[in-house]
């Protein structure tokens, strides 16, 4: 098993940053991929960034293009995501996934913080 806890989420005025943390601990994090998912209040869980095992590569959303960056620190076992430029429509909990290597479903969950962009 894997336990995954994220922190940083909080309230910001649109324009700020926040820097989301993702703790993992239960199994070797360097061997999964990582994801980040959002969900806002009435809609759907939607994929926002993810990084594969090695790092070598990154992908994000459209709509976080430019503004998110998300990074690992293996060492750590604890990977990240920082939102700058933050707009109301990022409202949502925001949690954390792992999954083995590849195109897989993300199997293991954190449970999630909240993020609230006011305008």
């Known amino acids: 098993q894997v336990q995954l806890v994220e922190s940083g989420g909080g309230l910001v005025q649109a324009g700020g940053s926040l820097r989301l943390s993702c703790a993992a601990s239960?199994?070797?994090?360097?061997?999964?991929?990582m994801g980040w998912v959002r969900q806002a209040p009435g809609k759907e869980r939607m994929f926002v960034a993810g990084?594969?095992?090695?790092?070598?590569?990154?992908r994000y959303t459209d709509s976080v293009k430019g503004r998110f960056t998300v990074s690992r620190d293996d060492a750590k076992n604890t990977g990240y995501l920082q939102m700058n430029s933050l707009k109301p429509e990022d409202t949502a909990v925001y949690y954390c996934?792992?999954?083995?290597?590849?195109?897989?479903?993300?199997?293991?969950w954190g449970q999630g913080t909240q993020v609230t962009v006011s305008s």
């Open positions: 996934a792992l999954r083995p290597p590849g195109s897989g479903p993300y199997g293991y």
């Open positions: 239960g199994r070797t994090f360097r061997n999964y991929d």
């Open positions: 990084i594969t095992w090695s790092g070598g590569s990154i």
